[in-house]
């Protein structure tokens, strides 16, 4: 048996040392569902061993592809020590005088093994809890039991975690923008995050990404999430107005269910991990038969016509034209400045820019004045 699959409670418990933050998981069956380097298996780990530790029986195996049922259960069975049956281990489960866990990891790696897993989970005593987790979004839609699922969010590490972590306090900032809290990516900033570059370029971050979290995908679809990159957010008419094409209603569809990559903004568009972002389209340029600067322009101009300023602005100012940026943006602040229920959000995009740069761009100096007496009534309210 592989060593990494093979069951120790030596092995559980380092494992468990490595969570950056404890996730509390009380319902009955949790699903963590997240993509690579989330922390999902030392959660189910550091679960393992809270139980371990007081005395309770829990149970742990991870699944890999080349699984089938017998050696699934010979290896929860050597556990129990009972008879390698799913019959044998249910008993030995039910017989137990104190409530216990279950924890199977790598789920998505034997989508076969489902009704097995099913079976095992809708089996459990009611003061039994169930832990699975995966890194796709594969599985589990039809489980019996009352199941509640932890996505990226709940994993993902907050400011106050890593302060432990980095050796450079002033980076705290620009690690949680840069990753998001992406748990895996944090500890590689946290050890060398008094380096000056973006975390993109750095070569342990590009060797995670692209070892660990796109070697697992297909081809064709590293491929088109690095085009995709280039113009993330996006949703499917972006995307095809963006490239010409049609077809990504279909991509994004792929990409829901083939990894976790993609997740829907508060907005309703697409959107990927900034490093991940940054280094996929870095890498993804070379493979357009176009330039990224025009690509990036008609993405912007979607967006402005689908009334997303905060899109087009970002989008505009990457696609390397400062000319025709400036130029954009200036409409984009006459079309807010016209808009009087989005006055407030125009003085707030005005409010860190200099009086000199006001002087150089009318269109700016107008919006300025647009907001003033909006700004004015304001402040006398708060006065009054």
């Keep these: 048996m592989d060593h990494e699959r093979e069951w120790t409670p030596t092995l559980l418990s380092r494992l468990a040392e490595t969570a950056l933050r404890p996730v509390k998981l009380t319902a009955r069956v949790s699903l963590l569902r997240a993509p690579c380097g989330y922390g999902k298996s030392a959660t189910l780990a550091a679960g393992w061993k809270e139980a371990a530790d007081t005395g309770r029986p829990a149970l742990w195996t991870k699944l890999a ?3 089938t049922a017998k050696s699934t259960l ?13 019959d044998s281990i249910l008993q030995w489960i039910w017989h137990q005088d104190r409530p216990g866990i279950i924890c199977l990891d790598d789920v998505q790696e034997a989508p076969h093994l489902e009704t097995l897993t099913r079976d095992l989970v ?23 039991a009352d199941w509640q699922e932890v996505g990226p969010d ?9 302060k432990q972590l980095t050796r450079v306090p002033s980076a705290l900032d620009r690690i949680m923008s840069d990753t998001q809290g992406w748990p895996a990516l944090c500890r ?16 342990e971050i590009i060797c995670y990404l692209d070892q660990i979290v796109l070697a697992p995908l297909s081809p064709a679809l590293r491929t088109w999430l690095k085009k995709a990159a280039l113009i993330a957010p996006l949703d499917a008419e972006s995307h095809d107005f963006a490239l010409r094409i049609h077809d990504g209603a279909q991509w994004i569809a792929r990409a829901q269910r083939e990894c976790l990559l993609l ?21 993804g340029q070379s493979q357009l038969r176009f330039s990224p600067s025009h690509l990036l322009k008609r993405a912007a101009f979607h967006h402005w016509r689908a009334g997303r300023p905060a899109q087009t602005i970002a989008l505009s100012l990457r696609a390397g034209d400062p000319a025709w940026a400036r130029g954009l943006g200036g409409e984009i602040v006459m079309d807010v400045a ?5 006055i407030n ?13 006001l002087l150089t761009n009318p269109m700016a100096g107008l919006g300025k004045i647009w907001v003033l007496p909006s700004s004015s009534s304001m402040q006398g309210r708060r006065t009054f």
């Design 154 to 162: 709940g994993l993902a590490c907050s400011a106050q975690d890593l």
């Design 122 to 144: 809708d089996a459990l005593p009611d003061d039994w809890r169930a832990v699975l987790a995966t890194s796709a979004p594969w599985g589990f839609g039809v489980l019996n």
């Design 74 to 86: 010979h290896r929860l069975a050597l556990q129990a020590g009972t008879a390698a049956d799913i």
């Design 345 to 357: 959000e125009l003085a707030h995009w005005l409010e860190g820019v200099p009086d000199t740069a």
């Design 65 to 67: 592809s080349d699984d």
């Design 188 to 203: 590689i900033a946290c050890r060398v995050s008094d380096r000056k570059q973006p975390l993109h370029v750095w070569p």
């Design 338 to 342: 016209l808009r009087q229920g989005r």
């Design 263 to 283: 997740r829907p903004d508060k907005h309703g568009m697409f959107a990927l991990n900034p490093a991940l972002r940054h280094h996929l389209a870095l890498s």
